[in-house]
């Protein structure tokens, strides 16, 4: 058993020799995933757990494609708001016999990426309009009740409204609750003269130590990030790092070009040193360029790319090519962006895509 599956299992029951698959609700923010990097963390700690003692509750506008959950509710952004001020009955459960098209709205995830810039007055408006509650109803309920969970294990975000599902849930049937945290946003403190600002930082930072003293136990990403909150709160915690299924390739590499390839987030001014390094491969050989695959963040980073001659923009691809690229290139590219702009927020940073580019087998190169 992973260490995961001991620690709930033993928190289920007193009698560690007899350990047996506690049901286990989770709530974050996107669901079990095969792509999104969020949601293949979290799909990674379930791999052996049975699928009737696994459910989750995620809101954001995506169709579960992992194997290890079959029943999901989702409630949107745009429905909670809907029922805010039109009262309106939201939410659905989703599970294998979902048809896809009928629970994907483009409509809202355009809408989301629109109003998703996280300012002060954004954070304080989306707290606001989960908080009313007035997303919960009957059959949500009725879907809680119906699967009996044991233990809440919530993906610990940057909004408090989270928090507060998941302590009610866990509060109302008195079960533990377990939080997997691989941010610091606790920490991230920011120089600011918005009274909005502040007031954001003043609920968020409350309602974290409300969810830590309830909490049961904590799962960090990295050694690093556990230290720095045990230096600020006593509690009981654990290190899970990434997993990852891929296996090195023994077929040999056919390529007729050396192949180097970077593939993962493009945010957090990761474009910076993928442009340097593509620049410096051309001094060495026109040849040499590298292949990025990977969701553009915004004009900026789209506009560097096309004009940097060093660099062949792939766009995004799935997990299942993500494994083919991987094992097929000569090199494997990891970045990360140590500017002072960026510092604070790398402090603990922990790339998802490090386990799998280890496992790979494909030589890597670190800058």
């Not at 920490?187 to 409300?210: A, C, G, T």
């Not at 990030?225 to 056919?254: A, D, G, R």
């Not at 390529?255 to 910076?272: A, C, P, Q, T």
């Amino acid at each position: 058993m992973s260490k995961l599956e001991v620690l709930c299992a033993t928190m289920h029951q007193k009698d560690s020799s007899k350990i047996k698959y506690p049901r286990l609700l989770v709530v974050s923010h996107n669901c079990f995933s095969l792509s999104g990097s969020n949601g293949r963390t979290l799909a990674g700690f379930f791999m052996n757990w049975p699928k009737e003692s696994l459910a989750q509750f995620y809101i954001s506008n995506e169709i579960p494609d992992s194997p290890v959950c079959n029943n999901y509710y989702r409630v949107l952004d745009v429905e909670a708001l809907k029922s805010f001020y039109k009262g309106v009955q939201v939410g659905k459960v989703i599970n294998k016999n979902t048809v896809n098209s009928d629970y994907e709205d483009v409509t809202m995830n355009n809408l989301y990426k629109r109003y998703r810039k996280k300012s002060p007055f954004n954070y304080l408006a989306r707290n606001l309009i989960w908080d009313t509650n007035r997303w919960i109803n009957n059959q949500f309920q009725e879907w809680i009740d119906r699967f009996n969970p044991d233990i809440v294990m919530l993906q610990v975000g940057d909004y408090a409204f989270m928090f507060k599902i998941a302590l009610n849930i866990a509060k109302g049937r008195r079960i533990p609750l377990v939080l997997y945290n691989s941010e610091d946003y606790y920490f991230r403190d920011r120089k600011s003269i918005s009274p909005l600002y502040h007031l954001y930082r003043f609920q968020y930072k409350k309602w974290f130590r409300n969810l830590l003293r309830y909490a049961k136990h904590t799962i960090y990403i990295c050694d690093e990030l556990q230290k720095t909150y045990n230096q600020s709160f006593k509690h009981s915690s654990t290190v899970i790092m990434t997993s990852t299924e891929i296996t090195p390739s023994t077929l040999p590499k056919n390529n007729e070009k050396f192949v180097i390839s970077y593939l993962g987030n493009l945010g957090i001014g990761r474009h910076e040193p993928l442009i340097e390094i593509a620049n410096t491969l051309q001094d060495i050989d026109k040849n040499l360029k590298i292949d990025i695959y990977g969701k553009i963040p915004n004009e900026t980073v789209k506009t560097a790319f096309k004009t940097c001659v060093g660099i062949n923009y792939k766009g995004f691809i799935s997990y299942e090519d993500t494994v083919k690229v991987m094992q097929n290139s000569d090199l494997l590219v990891c970045v990360e962006n140590f500017s002072k702009h960026y510092q604070w927020d790398l402090r603990h940073a922990f790339s998802t895509k490090i386990a799998d580019s280890l496992a790979s087998g494909t030589c890597i190169f670190a800058y």
